[in-house]
C-alpha cells in the first residue's frame, strides 16, 4: 500500500514561492500518475496539477497555468510542486493523491476514485 506526506507549506507573502514534496512510500511509486490538490476555507477541495510516470505529461489547472510547475523525482520517490507568483486566493490545504494508476483522465481531474490520499499541508498567502 502506498502512504502520502505533503510538506513544505507555510505562510508566505502575496508574490513569493515555495516549493511543495510529498514523498511515498509503500508500493512502487514510480508507475503511477500523481496529482497535487487543493481546498481552500469553505470550499470543495480542487485540482492544481498532475504529472505522468511513462511520459511525464504534466497538466494544469488554469488558476495556476504559467504559476505552479509540478515534477517527480523516482528516485526519491518525492514528487514536487513548485509554486511561483503566489497570490491570496493560492491559500488552501494542498493534497497530494494518486489513483495508482499512469493515466490522467477526466475523473482523476474531479478527484474521484483516487486510492490514496495525503493528510495534507497548509499554504498561507498574505497579501
Known amino acids: 500500500q502506498v502512504q502520502l506526506v505533503e510538506s513544505g507549506g507555510r505562510l508566505v507573502q502575496a508574490g513569493g514561492s515555495l516549493r511543495l514534496s510529498c514523498a511515498a512510500s509503500g508500493r512502487t511509486f514510480s508507475s503511477y500518475a500523481m496529482g497535487w490538490f487543493r481546498q481552500a476555507p469553505g470550499e470543495e477541495r480542487k485540482f492544481v496539477a498532475a504529472i505522468t510516470w511513462s511520459s511525464g505529461s504534466t497538466y494544469y489547472a488554469d488558476s495556476v497555468k504559467g504559476r505552479f510547475t509540478i515534477s517527480r523525482d523516482n528516485a526519491k520517490n518525492t514528487v514536487y510542486l513548485q509554486m511561483n507568483s503566489l497570490k491570496p486566493e493560492d491559500t488552501a490545504v494542498y493534497y497530494c493523491?494518486?489513483?495508482?494508476?499512469?493515466?490522467?483522465?477526466?475523473?482523476?481531474?474531479?478527484?474521484?476514485?483516487?486510492?490514496?490520499w495525503g493528510l495534507g499541508t497548509l499554504v498561507t498567502v498574505s497579501s
Open positions: 493523491a494518486t489513483d495508482l494508476k499512469d493515466s490522467i483522465s477526466a475523473d482523476f481531474v474531479a478527484g474521484r476514485y483516487l486510492e490514496v
